[in-house]
């Protein structure tokens, strides 16, 4: 076992390129049989293994900095950088985190749990280097799905244009969580599957090869390989980096090491910006038999044989499950609403809507603010736009829900999945914000239901509602109480709270699935003697002021319950 004796990076670069496959090997079954037990992102980890073998064989990490775009491609980093030992902590508490920490490996470059961060961050690398006169090289990797987000567009506009010495490798399997969208997926496509930039390339090294023998001279030879070199700009799809100022490389192999190494050495010698496209297979080498890609995204603990998710407790529908089945019932009865999501349409539950009306579904890819505000566009031409996004991620667009939205007072639906804690991926996903920061857009009503039921009639609510935004947040769990057909459940009065318990010395006021903890603890407290009254305080914003009024006149003590961000909290 050759990952045995790897203990950093130093370790892979004195392995033969023979051994370097192996290594490979090794480290794809490590990363199957370990999230067979933890669970977590495992698609795109498999798809780099190769990859991250040639960097750590290529470059000189941490001297080199090598900054990976979202943790989701980092498992297999964390192996091959002194973290192998502790894999089988991975997101349990106290162990290694679900995604990229600088606070955790001094190889952990910048950390980030939502994509198109790398090359922003890695451009700034390069540049503090320069200030300082250093001498190091600074790697990108990147996946195509981030492509879809705007903060690489800005980033390459503005490293393409600088001339410093900056690589970005291209990881490009056509998948973000879902299959990529849009007009960067269809051009990446064409620079793989182009024949016509094939036969040329080929024709011209042809050529190259007549000339150096029948002629030789090196000053021929030299012009035969500028004349490849424009050719192959002229025709090559690649001409979109050529254009924003980066050389570019590729696609080679993302699964062959010595392809990679050899391609690496060359571009190390290099100056100025330059893109590494790399094909790779998300998933590589997982057992599941079935074609849904996007099963290989994450994984619950699994059979590491099948591939197979191990058996559950059965219980409830999941609130997301519930959110997509009542859209798609609502559906049916409002013709003039439509569902928009961010690459996210297993997760936020809008592939149920999307199987059912696909032409009132839009995935727009990894872009948050372009969600918001294209849903902005919508509401002005009388649609009803749901956007459907987790709580996290939208905090990306925040900018664009006040300004291109709240502002103008324009009805767009805003359905937070991943509310509240989320638990084994970590700070960067968890949903504490959103009470905090959708409270402070104007004309906004913030809304958060206790159970599957409620969650219906909120949505109807919203529908109805049509001076200014809406939102509605839930979390990752199993949504209490049945869910009842679409049909049958009547709109919730709007701004309205509900007494849920009757009381006289105390009220707690509880916020969405705090509801249920809050009953729990009123009976607990009742055999203490403390009459403990009960509110379900589903409209955060309005607040009902009428209710609350006269819990402050008939309770000695107000208490409320939330999940999320404290205001002003101590550290």
């Known amino acids: 076992m050759i990952l045995e004796s790897i203990h950093g990076p130093q370790d892979v670069k004195t392995l033969a390129p023979e051994q370097l496959q192996q290594l490979a090997g090794e480290v794809r079954q490590r990363l199957i049989d370990v999230v067979s037990q933890t669970g977590g992102h495992i698609g795109a980890g498999l798809g780099v293994v190769e990859l991250t073998v040639a960097l750590c064989a290529a470059f000189d ?157 090196q000053k021929l030879v030299d012009f035969a390989k500028n004349v490849e070199e424009s050719i192959k700009n002229l025709w090559s799809p690649g001409m979109l980096f050529e254009e924003l100022g980066f050389r570019y490389f590729g696609p080679i192999d993302g699964h062959n090491i010595a392809q990679m190494l050899h391609t690496f050495d060359i571009v190390k010698t290099l100056g100025g910006p330059r893109v590494v496209h790399v094909i790779t297979e998300k998933g590589k080498g997982f057992p599941l038999p079935e074609p849904d890609l996007e099963k290989y995204h994450a994984r619950a603990p699994y059979d590491p044989v099948t591939g197979k998710l191990k058996p559950v407790n059965p219980g409830p529908p999941q609130w997301t499950k519930v959110f997509g089945d009542a859209l798609t019932q609502l559906a049916a009865e409002d013709a003039n609403f439509v569902v928009i999501t961010a690459a996210m349409p297993s997760g936020t539950g809008t592939n149920i809507f999307q199987k059912k009306w696909p032409e009132r579904f839009f995935d727009v890819g990894i872009a948050e603010a372009h969600a918001t505000t294209f849903a902005g566009g919508l509401a002005t031409q009388g649609v009803r736009p749901v956007v459907a996004i987790y709580s996290t991620f939208l905090q990306r667009a925040y900018d664009s829900i006040i300004h291109d939205v709240a502002i103008q007072k324009l009805p767009v639906i805003f359905a937070l999945d991943r509310a509240g804690m989320v638990g084994e991926d970590g700070q960067t996903h968890m949903g504490l914000y959103d009470i905090a920061y959708m409270l402070a857009v104007p004309h906004m009503t913030v809304t958060a239901p206790k159970d599957a039921a409620e969650m219906i009639g909120l949505l109807r609510c919203a529908l109805q509602h049509t001076d200014g935004p809406f939102s509605l947040r839930y979390p990752r769990d199993k949504a209490p109480g049945e869910a009842p057909p679409a049909a049958e459940v009547p709109p919730v009065p709007y701004g309205a709270w509900e007494l849920l318990r009757k009381g006289k010395d105390c009220a707690i006021i509880a916020v969405g699935v705090m509801c249920k903890p809050a009953l729990e603890a009123a009976e607990l407290l009742a ?45």
């Not at 496509?189 to 023998?213: C, D, M, N, Q, W």
């Not at 009254?533 to 409209?539: D, P």
């Not at 309005?542 to 107000?558: N, T, V």
């Open 61 to 217: 990490s941490p001297r080199d900095k090598i900054v990976w775009d979202v943790g989701h491609q980092g498992y297999p980093w964390k192996i091959l950088t002194g973290r192998n030992d502790r894999l089988d902590t991975l997101r349990q508490k106290g162990g290694l985190s679900g995604f990229l920490r600088r606070s955790e490996s001094e190889h952990d470059q910048f950390g980030a749990g939502h994509a198109g961060t790398a090359l922003s961050a890695a451009f700034g690398m390069a540049a503090a280097r320069d200030l300082k006169g250093e001498a190091f090289k600074v790697v990108a990797v990147v996946g195509d799905g981030a492509m879809t987000c705007g903060l690489p567009y800005e980033a390459l506009n503005n490293a393409g244009d600088s001339g410093r010495d900056f690589i970005v490798v291209l990881n490009d399997n056509g998948m973000s969580i879902a299959p990529n969208v849009g007009a960067l997926k269809k051009y990446l496509g064409s620079i793989v599957a182009s024949p016509i930039t094939v036969r040329i390339r080929e024709r011209v090294k042809h050529l190259i090869e007549r000339a150096s023998h029948i002629v030789g001279g």
């Open 527 to 571: 055999a203490d003697g403390l009459d403990v009254s009960v509110i379900n305080a589903r409209f955060l914003k309005p607040m009902d002021r009428e209710m609350l009024d006269a819990l402050a006149q008939s309770h000695k003590l107000l208490v409320t319950v939330e999940d999320g961000t404290v205001v002003n909290a101590p550290r």
